[in-house]
Every structure is written in C-alpha cells, then in structure tokens.
C-alpha cells in the first residue's frame, strides 16, 4: 500500500513571507494530523483531523498557522508569516482503526523548513 | 493527562552488547504504546506496539519491549546492538487516537 506523502521535501523561505505543506494520506485513513518536529525534540502534534472536521486545533499557533482538509482526503498546512522559530520538519500521519479498535500511525517524510 | 518520559537523552553501546531505552508515561486511559525509531533525514519507522494484549511486544530488527503496568513502563530492549541500530528512538503513548512523543533517545552504536 502507497504511504503518506508529503510534498514538498525541503524549503527554504525568508522570514515574514508564507509558505504551504500538502499531504496526502494513505487510501482510506479518516485521521489526518499535522506534527512539528524541532530539531533535537520530538514531534508536537499541531492539528487532528477526522475526515474534514478538526479534532484538536489546541496546540496550533492560529495566528499565523492556518490547516485545512476540505474533502476529507488530502490536506494544506500553511504559515504566514513565518518566524524563524518555526524552523523544523514538519510531519503528516494517518491513521485508521483496526478490528479490535486499535489504532496506529503512519508518518510521511515530512517536510523540513528552514527560516532564515 | 498523558505524557511521557524517555530517561535517557543519549546511549551509547559498543556493537553486539545488549542496548536498553527506557521510557515511562503517564495516561488518564489505557493507552497503546509504540516505539518509533527515526534514522537521520529518514521518516518515522514503527519498531513495536502494545495495544493490550501480550505484555511482551517483539518488533522488527530484533527489538523488543515489555508493558509494565504496575511501573507505567514501556522499556525497549534489543540483546545485540548492531551499527545500523544507530538512530533516534521515539517512545509514543496513545490514548483514544492521538499520538503523544517522548523527547526521544539518540542511540549511538560503537564499532
């Protein structure tokens, strides 16, 4: 089975300007969420998605990071404008529940910012 | 709330010597428990996962962890360490569909 994909793998923006992720998930994953990874630490969830409704926005800096998933399938993480403190590799999971309720995330490659 | 602790920032073994991580968490549900290990500038791999059934989880590359309620303790083991096992681990918690990190341990295998 295809794996989550994100693109772009790499950019490098100056700050203040903005700047969009895009990924799809794996075929059929109704959980969609968004993880910054800082360099050293490990990933913070941002955004939960199930289907196209917002399951946890709470850690989301909604001043300036903005999410959607409009059709409940592939998903657009944006920032504007960009700090240099949102340097970091930003990750896509899916997720879906198995037969006994169990659910387990599958991670994309993510896409790593630099500010400068 | 959940959380999780992973008590080493850094291990180092030597090649075929037994490697320990150690995680703790805390959670207001019973959670499922995950190892993910993250090679440099590769994805998030899954090593293991306990979702309530047997309390020795065996994962891939030899590695393997056991949930300990009574010690909300999910340490992972692997009898030989190898030089490709040089990465970092991740210990997650996840209660009702999210997923929340440790800090993670950076493991380094010596020749």
């Known amino acids: 089975e295809a794996g989550v994909a994100q693109s772009p793998r790499y950019k490098i923006i100056e700050k203040r300007q903005s700047v969009a992720f895009w990924c799809n998930p794996i075929?059929?994953?109704?959980?969609l969420y968004w993880y910054q990874q800082i360099l050293g630490q490990g990933p913070k969830l941002l955004i939960q998605f199930q289907n196209n409704g917002v399951v946890d926005d709470s850690q989301l800096p909604k001043d300036r990071f903005s999410a959607e998933r409009l059709k409940g399938v592939d998903s657009t993480l944006k920032i504007q404008p960009a700090k240099l403190e949102d340097s970091a590799v930003y990750l896509c999971?899916?997720?879906?529940?198995?037969?006994?309720?169990?659910?387990?995330?599958?991670f994309g490659q993510g896409t790593r910012l630099t500010v400068v | 709330a959940q959380s999780v602790t992973q008590l080493d920032s850094h291990v180092s073994v030597s090649e075929g010597t037994p490697v320990l991580l150690r995680c703790n968490y805390s959670?207001?549900?019973?959670?499922?428990l995950f190892w993910y290990v993250q090679h440099p500038n590769k994805g998030l791999q899954l090593l293991l996962k306990?979702?309530?059934?047997?309390?020795l989880v065996k994962g891939i590359n030899g590695f393997e962890a056991e949930f300990k309620k009574s010690e909300t303790s999910f340490h992972l083991t692997k009898p030989s360490a190898h030089m490709s096992d040089a990465a970092e681990y991740f210990c997650?918690?996840?209660?009702?569909?999210?997923?929340?990190f440790g800090t993670g341990t950076s493991l380094t295998v010596i020749p």
């Open positions: 959670s207001s549900y019973s959670p499922s």
């Open positions: 306990y979702t309530s059934a047997a309390t």
């Open positions: 997650v918690v996840s209660p009702l569909a999210q997923f929340y």
């Open positions: 075929s059929g994953h109704a959980t």
């Open positions: 999971a899916s997720s879906s529940r198995d037969v006994r309720g169990n659910t387990e995330a599958f």
